[in-house]
């Protein structure tokens, strides 16, 4: 359960070769994706779970 809990709240650090994360850049830069997704679907709720994980995944690739 740690491990999820520090995955959602962004508390690890997102490291590679090129760019370094710190956690709370990390969750910032999520956090706002996120909410660039949802806006992006016109502001419907109910998939704020998906959002946040396609936030991450890009983040995580550097499309972001």
Do not use: C, H, P
């Amino acid at each position: 359960m740690k491990k999820i809990l520090k995955r959602m709240t962004g508390r690890t650090t997102t490291k590679n070769r090129k760019n370094s994360l710190s956690g709370d850049e990390f969750f910032a830069k999520v956090q706002q994706k996120a909410f660039e997704l949802y806006e992006k679907r016109g502001f419907t709720s109910g998939n704020e779970w998906s959002d946040w994980f396609e936030a991450e995944k890009l983040v995580k690739s550097g499309k972001f």
